[in-house]
């Protein structure tokens, strides 16, 4: 409608490859009049109806996995078998998964002395989605799919960075049989088409996900419309090894060390670190600091870094210039407090169709203070740090420490440990001994300043609807 476009580019070659809608407030006007138009019908349509379009749209993303996850790749330079295996399969996931959640919720009745209280779970009616470049049809899907099975239309934009496979999940609604007006995705830039979602006063409920001043930006327009909000923001993990993932002949434990070392190695560098619960802080008890270091480094030089499109590779590219130069500034800044580069560092430059792409080689710094501006602020990029610790209440309180309060990840063999951190940690995510094990009916989100409210479950259907209690005499 606005008729301006906006340049989209393939960060593996560093050009634009095609070009995208640069929409306005007008078509979110026109999104947002279309999905009042469709909320009567698409509320009062049977779960069962809801929920078959839902589980087609399932199986179309299924019948083009190919297509969409060689777009993904093309699209944010993440590792061509990372879109196959996880992205786009997990997308599939979340519309299954509500298709058939929605028809397995029920709300709540409460009976006492001739009184029945019972609550009626209605639609909100509009709501907005907002979503990040990272992982781009994984977490769009998560709002959308939850948003529609429980009856709402949705306004929704994805990340002006990575655009494409919500161009094509809009195809395959239609294909699907998704009612007009159901589903309007808004393409464009976050000050314009993202605020004009926060701010338009039929879009009742927003879902984001991304930054956390991008989230206080949303929360300053829609908390005083009173709008509900869910806001999924930034971290920075910390990751806690404790020396006892070392076998130990003596005592006749095996240890998970190698399980421990392979994960920390995904936890740190998948998706070139450009993922919100990556554990970018690793703290290493003292006593096995400088095996870990050894080993760590060891691997983490033999991740292939490369064509996101080859399947060898394990790094791909960085998403765009800005945060490729975000990630640099970082590095420089870490040597700049005293950091010292076990390796990385770099720019990588690559060899043909990638020779302009932007690479970083993932990066391992130590020696630096746990609370330098590094070890505060989140990067989100392939570079983590190392800090030894002593005792269980030092790595408590540098892990505590940031603004942050996603995720976490503790390896330890001493279950009473294990439960006793996971209780004094503040991460609305714990992990213990694995990472990435998700269930997708689990309450996810973090506290502190990464966020307000839990996805997931229960959880998100609870936010997709407005409780009403009716109280009855009888
Ligand atoms: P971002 O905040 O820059 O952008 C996210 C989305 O918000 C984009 O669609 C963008 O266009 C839009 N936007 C930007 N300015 C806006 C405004 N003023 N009003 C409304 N919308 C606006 O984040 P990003 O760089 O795309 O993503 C990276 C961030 O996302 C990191 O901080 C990461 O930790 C976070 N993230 C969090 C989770 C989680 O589950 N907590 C998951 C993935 C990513």
Excluded at 77 to 91: M, Q, S, V
Aim: overall charge negative; proline content about 5%.
């Amino acid at each position: 409608m606005s008729g301006e476009y906006l340049d989209n580019f393939d960060p593996a070659e560093g050009e634009v490859y095609d070009i995208i809608p640069d929409s306005d407030e007008i078509d979110v006007a026109l999104a947002a009049d279309a999905a009042e138009n469709a909320f009567p019908a698409w509320s009062a349509a049977s779960i069962e109806e809801r929920s078959k379009i839902l589980m087609k749209v399932a199986s179309l993303i299924q019948r083009d996995l190919g297509e969409f996850a060689r777009a993904e790749c093309v699209d944010n330079g993440k590792p061509l078998a990372l879109a196959r295996n996880i992205d786009i399969p997990r997308a599939i996931k979340n519309f299954e998964f509500f298709a058939s959640a929605i028809v397995n919720f029920s709300s709540e009745s409460h009976s006492t002395g001739g009184v029945v209280n019972y609550t009626l779970r209605n639609p909100i009616g509009i709501v907005g989605a907002i979503s990040p470049w990272n992982l781009p049809l994984y977490l769009f899907t998560w709002k959308i799919a939850p948003a529609l099975a429980a009856g709402n239309c949705v306004v929704a934009k994805p990340s002006e960075i990575t655009p494409m496979t919500a161009c094509m999940l809009s195809e395959i609604c239609i294909e699907a049989g998704l009612p007009r007006g159901v589903l309007n995705i808004v393409h464009g830039l976050g000050p314009k088409v993202g605020k004009a979602i926060s701010s338009h006063p039929k879009i009742k409920a927003i879902t984001f996900t991304g930054g956390t001043k991008t989230g206080a930006e949303i929360a300053s327009i829609a908390a005083p419309m009173f709008k509900k909000m869910s806001l999924e923001l930034g971290g920075k993990n910390p990751n806690i090894i404790f020396a006892d993932c070392v076998p130990n002949e003596r005592f006749g434990h095996k240890g998970n060390y190698e399980e421990m070392l392979e994960t920390t190695v995904r936890s740190s560098f998948q998706n070139q670190g450009e993922i919100c619960l990556c554990g970018s802080r690793i703290f290493v008890e003292k006593k096995m600091y400088d095996k870990f270091k050894t080993d760590f480094v060891e691997r983490v030089k033999t991740l292939k870094v490369g064509d996101p499109l080859e399947s060898a590779t394990n790094q791909g590219a960085i998403v765009s210039k800005q945060h490729m130069e975000k990630i640099l500034y970082y590095i420089e800044l870490a040597k700049e407090e005293g950091g010292k580069i076990l390796c990385g560092g770099n720019r990588v430059t690559l060899e043909g169709r990638c020779k302009n792409g932007w690479v970083i080689e993932p990066t391992v710094i130590e020696a630096l203070p746990y609370n330098c501006r590094t070890n505060m602020e989140e990067i989100f990029g392939p570079v983590v740090t190392l800090t030894p610790f002593e005792t269980e209440e030092e790595v408590l309180m540098m892990a505590n420490s940031t603004e942050y309060g996603l995720a976490s990840i503790i390896w330890t063999e001493n279950i009473t440990r294990a439960h006793r951190v996971a209780s004094k940690i503040q991460t609305g995510i714990v992990w213990i001994n694995c990472w990435m094990e998700r269930d997708l009916r689990t309450p996810f989100g973090g506290m502190k300043n990464s966020g307000v409210g839990r996805e997931g479950g229960l959880e998100a259907l609870r936010f997709f609807t407005e409780p009403k209690n009716v109280c009855l005499k009888i």
